[in-house]
């Protein structure tokens, strides 16, 4: 893991997105500095669309990480841009406010009222660095320098066209034929899956955190690096188990583990906390989320499996 660079401008990249901070830009600084990765406010100074990790490959053609380095900061003209740590999502910081209906599919946009757990501007995505590390792609350089959401747009419909094998462009060659590696690609993309065991133990870090509620109230700088994390291993929960139960025959069980996704929707959605203790009720019921969507999940994929040797 890299340190601060001394002749780049990180300290000034930190401040002006740390002004976006939960809590305060001058606590949250410290904190920052020890920390991977802070919760920070979209809509403040940016907004941020959160895009498939496999669509942006199939847009760019290529699967090593710096071809997709390249591609992506060609594309978005040098937008920030940074991988989940749980590697299945880029998210790409726009500018705040400039989107009132977003309609490509796929893809989600953040803005205000959303949380985001960024990196610090100095963890550069290097060969190496594995999953459950946020990093970035395109690392901010200049303060002040966002993406176009339209320019995110086009991408995840070129990615969604390259995915499907069709293409509005008439000079359209099928990806065999200009050499990417599909199987990488495959790779890449089961690679980016549900991490259940690093989600377990964000989730126990949590809980473990607010054991001593309502008596005792973690200060906020403690849970915010886990909850930052464990936000992205429960938005692919929600979505992963979201599919597996769309042909549930089981009609209650269908119903009770709809009932669950919707109440984790609303514990992900809910509004930045002021206090530490409305934070850490927030972070708990975000943790009980998380390992009940993670116990429904393994036995989804028991049950799956046991069909499969035909038991």
């Known amino acids: ?11 000034e990249i930190s401040g002006w ?13 410290g904190a920052w500095a020890e920390k991977d990765v802070m919760l920070l406010r979209c809509g403040v100074v940016f907004d ?9 490959v199939a847009a760019a053609g290529a699967v090593g990480s710096a071809a997709l380095e390249g591609f992506v900061n060609g594309a978005l003209y040098g937008a920030p841009v940074f991988r989940s740590g749980c590697g299945r999502w880029l998210f ?3 500018e705040p406010g400039g989107v009132r209906d977003w309609a490509a599919p796929g893809a989600e946009y953040w803005g205000e009222g959303r949380q985001l757990g960024v990196p610090r501007p100095d963890l550069v995505q290097r060969p190496g660095r594995g999953r459950g590390v946020s990093c970035w792609v395109v690392p901010p350089v200049v303060v002040g320098r966002l993406g176009r959401a339209h320019a995110v747009s086009q991408l995840v419909a070129w990615g969604r066209f390259c995915l499907a094998g069709t293409s509005p462009n008439p000079e359209y060659r ?3 034929e200009v050499g990417v590696d599909l199987d990488a690609a495959c790779r890449l993309r089961e690679e980016a899956g549900v991490d259940l065991d690093a989600a377990g133990r964000l989730h126990e870090r949590v809980l473990d955190l607010t054991s001593g509620m309502p008596h005792r109230v973690p200060p906020r700088g403690r849970l915010e690096p886990a909850v930052a994390q464990l936000r992205g ?3 692919d929960l929600v979505r992963v188990v979201g599919e597996v139960i769309a042909g549930e025959e089981d009609c209650a069980d269908r ?6 996704l919707v109440r984790t929707h609303t514990a992900l959605t809910a509004k930045a906390p002021i206090t530490d203790r409305e934070a850490a009720v927030q972070a708990e019921d975000l943790a009980l989320c998380c390992r009940t969507l993670v116990g429904v999940h393994q036995r989804k994929t028991q049950n799956t499996e046991r069909g499969c040797r035909g038991e």
């Open 1 to 11: 893991m890299t340190g601060w660079t001394p002749d780049a401008p990180v300290e």
């Open 17 to 29: 997105l740390l002004s976006a901070a939960v809590r305060d830009a001058e606590t949250a600084s």
């Open 48 to 56: 941020a669309v959160r895009v498939p990790l496999d669509v942006v």
């Open 92 to 94: 790409v910081l726009c």
């Open 174 to 176: 099928p990806r065999e």
């Open 233 to 235: 291993h429960v938005e």
């Open 255 to 260: 119903q009770a583990t709809e009932w669950l």
